[in-house]
């Protein structure tokens, strides 16, 4: 004899009836239970590869970063050995001018121009030249003040020749980084 055998009818219907809702539940709890795990694991490798990618995009920017960093280095470098190569231009035409206008100061060197020969009107006095490099030519001196001012001038156009050069230096190496 069999168990269901010693129920009557309606109840073996009802133990039949809750064994298949107790299946169908228990498979749809498997179910949920596998689809839990396959969308959790797609959710990890979908998490696994964003993270992957801000890696990526974290390291291109750093590497560019550190692009744009050199770049700038390098400029301010030649920008620098620029300064220095200027500066003693201009520290080396200061140092020759001085020199230059000290020996006006004390005479051991005098300024003088070449004078036309065609102009002989008489106003300046014209000493003709010993030792100098134009055989025949008529000079005149020039007096320590005006010699003085002339030094001064070129001095001042110097500077500003060598400021000039200093400027386009900087905005070729400004212009070339860009």
């Known amino acids: 004899m069999r168990f269901g055998d010693?129920?009557?009818a309606p109840y073996r219907l009802m133990?039949?009836?809750v064994l298949l809702i107790a299946l169908?539940?228990?498979s749809a709890a498997i179910t949920w239970q596998v689809q839990d795990w396959r969308y959790g694991s797609r959710l990890n490798e979908q998490s696994r590869l964003h993270t992957e990618t801000l890696n990526q995009l974290n390291l291109a920017s750093a590497a560019q970063q550190r692009a744009e960093q050199d770049k700038r280095l390098a400029l301010e470098q030649r920008?620098?050995?620029s300064e220095q190569t200027h500066y003693r231009a201009l520290?080396?035409?200061?140092?020759d001018q001085g020199r230059l206008r000290d020996r006006l100061a004390t005479a051991d060197l005098r300024l003088s121009v070449l004078l036309d020969a065609t102009t002989g009107n008489g106003s300046v006095s014209a000493t003709t030249a010993?030792?100098?490099v134009v055989h025949g030519s008529t000079r005149a001196e020039l007096a320590p003040a005006h010699a003085q001012r002339i030094i001064g001038i070129t001095d001042d156009g110097d500077r500003g020749l060598i400021a000039l050069a200093a400027c386009q230096a900087y905005a070729d190496e400004i212009s070339r980084k860009r």
């Open 130 to 132: 010993t030792g100098g």
């Open 91 to 95: 520290s080396d035409a200061q140092r």
């Open 15 to 17: 133990v039949k009836s």
């Open 6 to 8: 010693l129920m009557p």
């Open 79 to 81: 920008l620098a050995s």
């Open 24 to 26: 169908a539940g228990t």
